[in-house]
């Protein structure tokens, strides 16, 4: 995962993560999750988040396939100490 701003020089960052179930013909796995990203602010986060849910997401979709489903998307907010 690719960080683009100094991540020491923050208090709190935002992490988004979703959660996808994946298998094949003889069964599936739920809960698997993938990190999308770690932003400075909030809103960057939410518009992330936004582009998952209405399909304009444009980086990597391992929940996008035959037995892919997107089950979450989570923003985590980290504290740094």
Known sequence: MKVDFDLFSLE???WVVVR????DT????????E?????NNLKEAREVKK???DGTYEGYK???GYFEELEDIEINILELE
Request: aromatic share 24%; net charge negative.
């Open 12 to 14: 709190v960052i935002f």
């Open 20 to 23: 996808y179930t994946t298998g």
């Open 26 to 33: 003889f069964g599936t796995s739920s809960g698997n999750w």
């Open 35 to 39: 990190k999308i990203g770690c932003y």
């Open 51 to 53: 582009s998952i849910e």
């Open 62 to 64: 391992c929940w996008d």
